[in-house]
């Protein structure tokens, strides 16, 4: 694999971030490089292996969870890999199990996916309505003295066109096109009352119209404002209750969402993965394999009280468990049926002294190698769902006080802009301080990983100290705990002594192992 292609476990992460983050002389120090080999090197590492058809890798697992967390270690699971080879039973049984849960989630996003169509069809009929309530406003002179002709020739514009139009040839388009009724069209588009017709009738004002045209547009006028008043009451009735509806649709988008989460994550959880190429997975026989992959760190303090680091260093305890076991169905004392599983149980004990950093970097490795090989599916489908519909369903689903409130503090604003005072100007009063530029969020690149500084150095050394000791520990008492052969005491020999502590003091260090006596923090 090269160096840039995706990680398998953190192990390989911690060691692409540390290689391109400082030199082999730098590494060499923190006693995590090889000379021998010319490798990365963690600072001390072990590896337990047994075979037995009884054990299980569950026990072993959980042994070691309880004792890193009860001493206060904060541990994470990052890799939780398993297969099953299709020859077993227990292949057929996760992938039922797997298909289900993908059926379940599929019915719940079909349904979501027909509300968000309804959502989309209510805010364009809303964004309709709100167009045609704005021409009754003009009319009824609540934008202005000056927009209510325009608000009346909009509405008498759209009763031609969509209600006088019903009536065929009758209809006062077809009578001013057909029938010569020339002056139709126009008197009624500037009549808005009775009183206006017969003033426009009238010798005096230059009798536009004659007796025969008044007496047509008599009842089409009083229909008109008959029509203008029923049809802007039922058009704001719709308008409530299309809003009212759009609430309960995008609160259902939510619950969907909510419903179809579990049944998905659940659905990816079960997929089986990272033994694809593995020679120990044949297809006819019944194996199962295992890899699970705990990563543990735990924070030093600063060896200076008055000065705090920008970085925080941490001891680091990486244990990898690998498993590889024969499948074999058995009955319980209940009669139920259940898998046991006994095999090898591979199990890699390895400590580091990182910064946050280097952690965050090393982690980000590892999630992008799990984004670009698995399925990638939004936790919160809802918001991207309307994600793009963010601002007019915001828009829609506020109360007109809500509206009011925004309407007057954009204002305010616009009013703040436009206040310049040329003296302010010109000494410089009343200029808005620069705003600190906020730090982006997110680990740091690689190559921009900094050098260790003098008291770095120190909390880099202790917190090496701190992890090699407690890894013999994990590794001493889980051998002893369970009756296996182990040292003598409590470490082991080692070429140096005092390696990481020479380091903290700035020191040339080539650490080639682990301590002797480790201590328990």
Not at 350 to 362: R, T
Request: net charge neutral; charged share 35%; no cysteine.
């Amino acid at each position: 694999m090269g160096d840039d292609g995706p990680v398998k476990d953190v192990a390989e992460a911690i060691e692409r971030v540390m290689t391109k983050a400082h030199k082999k002389s730098e590494l060499r120090k923190m006693g995590m490089y090889d000379p021998v080999d010319g490798k990365f090197k963690p600072i001390s590492s072990y590896q337990l292996s047994f075979d037995s058809q009884q054990n299980q890798l569950e026990p072993s697992y959980y042994w070691l969870l309880d004792f890193i967390g009860e001493k206060g270690w904060k541990w994470e699971k990052l890799i939780d890999n398993f297969m099953a080879s299709p020859g077993s039973g227990q292949f057929s049984e996760l992938n039922m199990k797997a298909t289900k849960m993908q059926e379940e989630g599929m019915k719940i996003l079909g349904g979501m996916n027909q509300v968000i169509k309804s959502v989309l069809n209510l805010v364009y009929d809303l964004k309709e309505f709100e167009l045609r309530l704005a021409h009754y406003d003009d009319a009824d002179g609540k934008n202005g003295k000056e927009k209510v002709s325009e608000g009346m020739l909009a509405l008498k514009q759209i009763w031609l066109d969509n209600v006088d139009l019903k009536r065929g040839r009758g209809s006062i388009h077809q009578m001013s096109a057909e029938l010569g009724y020339s002056t139709l069209r126009e008197a009624f588009m500037m009549a808005n009352s009775q009183e206006d017709l017969k003033k426009i009738n009238k010798d005096e004002h230059g009798g536009l119209i004659n007796d025969q045209v008044l007496r047509i547009l008599i009842p089409r006028l009083s229909e008109f404002l008959k029509w203008v008043d029923y049809s802007e009451k039922e058009l704001r009735k719709r308008f409530s209750i299309e809003r009212n509806y759009l609430k309960s649709q995008v609160e259902t988008i939510k619950l969907y969402s909510g419903w179809m989460k579990p049944y998905l994550i659940a659905a990816e959880k079960l997929r089986q993965q990272g033994f694809e190429k593995d020679a120990a997975l044949v297809n006819a026989f019944s194996t199962t394999m295992f890899h699970l992959e705990l990563f543990t760190q735990k924070g030093v303090d600063s060896p200076d009280s008055k000065y705090k680091p920008k970085r925080d260093y941490k001891s680091v305890m990486v244990i990898d468990f690998k498993f590889r076991g024969h499948v074999s169905q058995r009955v319980t004392q209940k009669g139920d049926y259940g898998y046991g599983m006994g095999g090898k149980i591979n199990i890699i004990y390895k400590s580091y002294a990182l910064n946050d950093e280097e952690i965050a970097a090393a982690k980000e490795l590892l999630d992008k190698a799990d984004r670009d090989s698995s399925l990638v599916f939004s936790a919160d489908v809802a918001s991207d769902a309307l994600a793009d519909l963010k601002e007019d369903l915001d828009y829609f689903l506020m109360s007109d006080d809500e509206k009011k409130e925004e309407e007057a503090k954009m204002k305010k604003t616009e009013a703040k802009k436009e206040d310049i005072n040329p003296f302010s100007a010109l000494f410089g009063f009343g200029k808005k301080k620069k705003e600190k530029k906020k730090e982006k969020k997110g680990p740091v690149a690689i190559e921009d990983i900094k050098k260790d500084n003098f008291l770095e150095k120190k909390m880099r050394g202790d917190a090496g100290e701190s992890a090699a000791s407690w890894l013999y520990l994990a590794y001493d008492i889980y051998k002893k705990a369970h009756r296996m052969a182990s040292a003598a005491g409590e470490g082991f020999d080692t070429h140096d002594d005092d390696a990481v502590s020479k380091y903290a003091e700035g020191g040339d260090v080539s650490f080639g192992g682990s301590f002797k006596g480790a201590k328990s923090n």
